[in-house]
């Protein structure tokens, strides 16, 4: 196990650099002149090829690649173009805030998932099971920006019980907090909760048929123990999986929602950072949230032979 | 044909509902009341009513004719998208799992890359690259879409390409060509037609979301995503038809695919057929 684990994170090597080195050429190709753009109302030849000078952009660009890899493994992601903060201060800031609401979705989104699902596989064909059947293709054909928008109108303008956006301190005023977490986090999680709930229920469905669970009634268990104890544990496995590539899901979401929202977590600085061409900004972001991407992935195999005891990764070699 | 259609109504209830999305992309100028990029200010910000169903946006346009005009280039991105991520990622996963070694392992290392990142991201700064245009928007998620179609493709070629009829084909002097076109790529096709219409769904949604950004179709071009984010600043005033217009029509069009695919998928693919 512990092989297979130094194993894959040794083959994540060449690829977090092949995505290194992605970013990095696709922000260079990008048009425009960063600098034009940050130098304000200064035009004057000197002044400019300075500023060029100072970030390195007058360097020819594989060693400027070389550079931005060697400080970013130091962890030094250089500043930002517009407010010249050092990129790694102005992701951290803004982290734990995608953190708490990426949180909250998940929460919604596995809590409802496993709750709903499983009542809709214990009773197949329920008006309860048609709506979350018919919820799992709507859910993902909602686009999050269309659904924040009808949250924001039906909860924040209509009826205003909820603010429209917005992001307030957690420890200086709690309430307010998860006041402004409620809308933005439904709408991150409708999409993955909608992928859950269908994967909670067609695999609880496919377990419920099998013979184990037969044989645990016969032995007169009651149905309780039969579905939490027998059926659940079994039927979790495929989900887990599912969990996992979600991660991704809700990195993009978590992009547009916190547009939408105006809550100042990392996926809005991705937006207005790419919106003002500030490369160093956007080439962390794109990298972090690959790596984090990757991280999430391996965790998720890892959790599933934990799972599941008859996979396993180390002896592959038969 | 008809008995897969008898029994999977599904399939017949998404198709339909798809033809007419076709047909009225396809009819815009002959189905459209208005010219979607009229201005008119004396008939602007107007409520949904008998002239103008859809109500009308604050330069006097037309919702409706602009929803119907915006289906173009939504489906329009969806088919062109996943035909470029259907094409290169098929030609690719063949090609990696018939001829293996060195190809297969670089051509599999580059697909790990594209999965690395999280999708949309991904889609964002391919556009942003390139330039906004919605060209490069469909370029974009043609290349995320990649992936997907080169490991279905790569997995079916991998179990068959030992199988009897394979060299059977090869024995009697197929070409490789010829064997990967003719014996292995029909035997992937189900599992692609499933992932292509879903996939289609999937490419509808990011062109919209990369719209709503600012980065696809830009104005004063009828498009879904771009029409929410520019009404978006009327919500305020609770002039909520401009946005709910171009949303609906995102969410039904998404939704006409996603309901397609899934109902193919339980007609195709007999792995999955026991669970409904």
Known sequence: MTQYILRRLLLMIPVAFLVSAIVFVLLRITPGDPVLVYAGEERDPVALEALRHEYGLDQPLPLQYVVWVEHAIRGDLGRSLRTRQPVTQAILERLPKTLELGVAALIISVGVALVVGTLAALRRNSPLDLIATGFTIAGVSLPNFYLGIILILVFSLAFRVLPPGGYADFVTDPVDNLKRLILPAITLATASLAINLRQVRSSLLDVLSQDYLRTARAKGLGERAVVLRHAMKNSLIPVVTIFGLQIGALLDGAIITETIYFWPGVGRLAVDSIGGRDYPVVQAIVLMSALAFMVSTLAVDILYVWLDPRISYGRRTG | MIEVLRRNPRILVGGVIIALL???????????????????????????????????????????????????????????????????????????????????????????????????????????????????????????????????????????????????????????????????????????????????????????????????????????????????????????????????????????????????????????????
């Not at chain 2, 969806?78 to 051509?107: E, K, N, R, T």
């Not at chain 2, 697909?111 to 330039?131: H, K, M, N, Q, W």
Request: glycine share 8%.
């Open chain 2, 22 to 276: 076709l047909f009225v992309a396809i009819a815009a100028p002959l189905v459209a009341p208005y010219d979607p990029k009229l201005v008119d200010v004396t008939t602007a910000l107007l409520p949904p009513s008998p002239e103008h169903p859809l109500g009308t946006d604050d330069l006097g346009r037309d919702v409706l004719s602009r929803v119907i005009w915006g289906s173009r280039i939504s489906l329009s991105v969806g088919l062109i998208a996943v035909g470029i991520g259907f094409l290169v990622g098929v030609s690719l996963g063949l090609l990696a799992g018939y001829v293996g070694g060195l190809l297969d392992l670089v051509a599999m290392r580059a697909i790990d890359t594209l999965l690395a990142f999280p999708a949309l991201l991904l889609a964002i700064s391919i556009t942003a690259a390139l330039g906004p245009q919605i060209q490069n928007a469909m370029i974009a998620i043609g290349i995320v879409a990649v992936p997907a179609y080169t490991r279905l493709t790569r997995a079916q070629v991998l179990s068959l390409r030992e199988r009897e009829f394979v060299l059977a084909a090869r024995t009697i002097g197929a070409t490789p060509l010829r064997v990967l076109l003719r014996h292995l790529f029909p035997n992937a096709t189900n599992a692609l037609v499933v992932q292509a219409t879903l996939g289609i769904a999937t490419a509808i949604l990011a062109e919209a979301a990369l719209s709503f950004l600012g980065l696809g179709a830009q104005p004063p071009e009828p498009s879904w995503g771009q029409d929410i984010n520019y009404n978006a600043r009327y919500l305020s005033n609770l002039k909520w038809w401009m946005s709910v217009g171009p949303g609906t029509a995102i969410f039904l069009a998404v939704f006409a695919f996603n309901f397609l695919g899934d109902a193919l998928r339980d007609a195709l693919d007999p792995r999955l057929r026991r669970s409904g």
